[in-house]
């Protein structure tokens, strides 16, 4: 319980003394202190972190004090890509994500469509036909019966296709002759991203803030305190991208770092993404699709299509994009899935390094999204150009082992080739965690988790190495290396969790024992084993405020 009353924001403005909270009495994760019970914090900064009883001296001159009762703090966690309208949408919207099937999914969308008369388009997501009994999209006449032919846009799980219905279509003139157009098929491609706009487009401003706020606010439930937003002209519009980034900037919610995924050619094209509000040119600038929607771009076919699926960028203009934003100053990046799609970025990036220079290229710490099949080469090339992964356990969890969807897109040896995360921080290469929401859910744990039971037991990591990376990893990958972590001197982000007892865990026997002896220093995080209950947040501050609080019991 706290001594005093919940604090206000911070006081920094000239002539203020900052605001000092105590927190005692609990676990706190920290490189500084591997036995540290408390912290202290002054304003948006972390002050200290030692002892209880150390913290004796502290307890007369803050403003607050915070009783942990044995809970636990811990950097909080950034989630390095996020979808934040879509996610919205989807936690106050139609989700399919548990329709059994065909029949369900119908019943469900007659449901939502009855419940919703006023709404221009219906709008939903997370369907997953390679988890139904019957293993088939949804026809388009069967949308129009279940919407009373109303317009209706359904983003596949994976997000890279659509069903919708006739009456949608004829929002989008011209869109039949777009590629990615099929009769009676899921849209994919450009017009799938026409579909999309016109859907959108039905959203009024207050329905986006609103989707914004609630994605924001289950984000901070969750112990995130940073997102990065993935946006862009094929995901979502300008207005949608500044007025989030407003948003997060006004009220107390996770802080949101802004990608905007648009080619950049010239200096002109990269002041631009910066008058957006983006860090970066990056984040889903499309190399590939996705395996689900049979889009991501392979080397050989897939085992269950006739075809190697989508190729949206060659060597040459990856090149170009990251040439320009390195000579910007700007980070670039892209979303890369398939062998083929990440060789061609690989070797863009490379001719980049080439006519920009390596020093050059590794400083801007440009990023790829995904990255899931990666051999050796691919692994060894993220690392000579000091590439970023950025990377969702959740897919693993979601659809791999040898009978999930990846084994069915690709075969079971090419599937247990798939997020090579052990592999990946062997070779150097930093990972930077996310969710990808809300093609997974927003959910750092289960993350970190996912990462270390990876279901391929050869690509797992440490649940401390996965911690990391969904924390300290994400500031890295923005390039901010002092934030992340519990030390004097770092931004005051920071979570606190009723948990169980805490563990050192590593992902198998080969990891040497001292690593898991209290006697190492190592500090302990929760166990994570399968099954086994999650920690629960009680608390989410950023910089130095409380953006989601609960009962500390």
Same mark, same amino acid.
């Given at each position: 319980?706290?001594?005093?009353?919940?604090?206000?924001?911070?006081?920094?403005?000239?002539?203020?003394?900052?605001?000092?909270?105590?927190?005692?009495?609990?676990?706190?994760?920290?490189?500084?202190?591997?036995?540290?019970?408390?912290?202290?914090?002054?304003?948006?900064?972390?002050?200290?972190?030692?002892?209880?009883?150390?913290?004796?001296?502290?307890?007369?001159?803050?403003?607050?004090?915070?009783?942990?009762?044995?809970?636990?703090?811990?950097?909080?966690?950034?989630?390095?890509?996020?979808?934040?309208?879509?996610?919205?949408?989807?936690? $106050? @919207?139609?989700?399919?994500?548990? =329709? !059994?099937?065909? %029949?369900? +999914?119908?019943?469900?969308? #007659?449901?939502?469509?009855? &419940?919703?008369?006023?709404?221009?388009?219906?709008?939903?997501?997370?369907?997953?036909?390679?988890?139904?009994?019957?293993?088939?999209?949804?026809?388009?006449?069967?949308?129009?019966?279940?919407?009373?032919?109303?317009?209706?846009?359904?983003?596949?799980?994976?997000?890279?296709?659509?069903?919708?219905?006739?009456?949608?279509?004829?929002?989008?003139?011209?869109?039949?002759?777009?590629?990615?157009?099929?009769?009676?098929?899921?849209? $994919? @491609?450009?017009?799938?991203?026409? =579909? !999309?706009?016109? %859907?959108? +487009?039905?959203?009024?401003? #207050?329905?986006?803030?609103? &989707?914004?706020?609630?994605?924001?606010?289950?984000?901070?439930?969750?112990?995130?305190?940073?997102?990065?937003?993935?946006?862009?002209?094929?995901?979502?519009?300008?207005?949608?991208?500044?007025?989030?980034?407003?948003?997060?900037?006004?009220?107390?919610?996770?802080?949101?770092?802004?990608?905007?995924?648009?080619?950049?050619?010239?200096?002109?094209?990269?002041?631009?993404?910066?008058?957006?509000?983006?860090?970066?040119?990056?984040?889903?600038?499309?190399?590939?699709?996705?395996?689900?929607?049979?889009?991501?771009?392979?080397?050989?076919?897939?085992?269950?299509?006739?075809?190697?699926?989508?190729?949206?960028?060659?060597?040459?203009?990856?090149?170009?994009?990251?040439?320009?934003?390195?000579?910007?100053?700007?980070?670039?990046?892209?979303?890369?899935?398939?062998?083929?799609?990440?060789?061609?970025?690989?070797?863009?990036?490379?001719?980049?390094?080439?006519?920009?220079?390596?020093?050059?290229?590794?400083?801007?710490?440009?990023?790829?999204?995904?990255?899931?099949?990666?051999?050796?080469?691919?692994?060894?090339?993220?690392?000579?150009?000091?590439?970023?992964?950025?990377?969702?356990?959740?897919?693993?969890?979601?659809?791999?082992?040898?009978?999930?969807?990846?084994?069915?897109?690709?075969?079971?040896?090419?599937?247990?080739?798939?997020?090579?995360?052990?592999?990946?921080?062997?070779?150097?290469?930093?990972?930077?965690?996310?969710?990808?929401?809300?093609?997974?859910?927003?959910?750092?744990?289960?993350?970190?988790?996912?990462?270390?039971?990876?279901?391929?037991?050869?690509?797992?990591?440490?649940?401390?190495?996965?911690?990391?990376?969904?924390?300290?990893?994400?500031?890295?990958?923005?390039?901010?290396?002092?934030?992340?972590?519990?030390?004097?001197?770092?931004?005051?982000?920071?979570?606190?969790?009723?948990?169980?007892?805490?563990?050192?865990?590593?992902?198998?026997?080969?990891?040497?024992?001292?690593?898991?002896?209290?006697?190492?220093?190592?500090?302990?995080?929760?166990?994570?084993?399968?099954?086994?209950?999650?920690?629960?947040?009680?608390?989410?501050?950023?910089?130095?405020?409380?953006?989601?609080?609960?009962?500390?019991?």
């Amino acid at each position: 319980m706290n001594d005093s009353a919940p604090e206000p924001a911070p006081e920094t403005a000239a002539g203020h003394r900052p605001r000092t909270v105590l927190l005692r009495g609990g676990e706190v994760y920290s490189p500084a202190d591997p036995f540290a019970t408390a912290m202290v914090v002054e304003g948006d900064r972390v002050a200290w972190v030692g002892s209880e009883g150390a913290a004796d001296s502290f307890a007369d001159g803050v403003d607050e004090t915070v009783r942990l009762d044995g809970a636990l703090v811990t950097p909080a966690f950034t989630d390095a890509h996020v979808h934040t309208t879509a996610t919205g949408l989807a936690r $106050t @919207g139609l989700d399919l994500g548990g =329709a !059994r099937g065909p %029949a369900d +999914a119908l019943a469900r969308i #007659r449901a939502h469509a009855a &419940a919703r008369p006023d709404d221009r388009v219906l709008l939903g997501t997370g369907w997953d036909d390679s988890a139904w009994t019957e293993r088939r999209p949804l026809s388009r006449a069967e949308l129009d019966e279940a919407t009373g032919r109303r317009p209706l846009y359904l983003t596949r799980v994976d997000v890279h296709s659509a069903l919708v219905s006739t009456a949608l279509l004829d929002l989008v003139p011209g869109i039949t002759g777009l590629p990615g157009y099929a009769p009676d098929a899921p849209l $994919t @491609g450009d017009a799938h991203h026409a =579909a !999309r706009a016109a %859907a959108h +487009a039905s959203l009024t401003a #207050r329905q986006r803030t609103e &989707a914004q706020r609630a994605a924001l606010r289950h984000a901070a439930s969750a112990g995130i305190g940073s997102v990065h937003e993935c946006a862009g002209p094929e995901i979502s519009g300008e207005d949608d991208f500044e007025g989030l980034l407003r948003l997060a900037a006004e009220e107390p919610l996770p802080r949101v770092t802004g990608y905007w995924a648009e080619a950049v050619t010239s200096a002109k094209d990269a002041a631009r993404v910066r008058e957006l509000g983006a860090v970066g040119a990056a984040g889903d600038l499309f190399a590939d699709g996705s395996l689900g929607s049979h889009t991501a771009h392979l080397q050989q076919p897939y085992a269950d299509a006739p075809h190697t699926g989508s190729a949206l960028l060659d060597a040459g203009a990856v090149a170009a994009h990251v040439t320009a934003c390195t000579e910007a100053g700007l980070q670039a990046g892209f979303h890369a899935i398939g062998d083929a799609a990440l060789t061609a970025v690989t070797e863009g990036v490379r001719a980049a390094a080439e006519r920009a220079g390596l020093a050059r290229v590794r400083a801007a710490r440009h990023r790829i999204e995904h990255a899931e099949m990666l051999d050796d080469r691919a692994v060894a090339a993220f690392a000579e150009l000091a590439l970023t992964a950025s990377v969702q356990p959740g897919f693993d969890a979601a659809w791999g082992g040898d009978d999930g969807m990846y084994a069915e897109r690709l075969g079971r040896e090419r599937a247990r080739t798939l997020n090579p995360y052990a592999a990946l921080l062997r070779a150097g290469v930093p990972l930077a965690l996310g969710s990808d929401s809300p093609v997974t859910p927003l959910g750092p744990w289960e993350a970190v988790r996912a990462a270390a039971f990876h279901r391929t037991p050869e690509h797992r990591i440490s649940v401390r190495a996965a911690f990391t990376a969904h924390t300290r990893g994400g500031w890295r990958a923005v390039g901010r290396d002092d934030a992340g972590v519990l030390v004097p001197g770092a931004p005051a982000d920071y979570a606190v969790w009723r948990t169980g007892e805490l563990v050192v865990q590593a992902p198998d026997s080969r990891v040497a024992n001292w690593s898991t002896d209290p006697r190492s220093g190592t500090p302990g995080l929760p166990d994570l084993t399968p099954g086994g209950q999650l920690p629960v947040c009680l608390r989410t501050v950023v910089s130095g405020r409380t953006v989601h609080a609960r009962p500390i019991e």
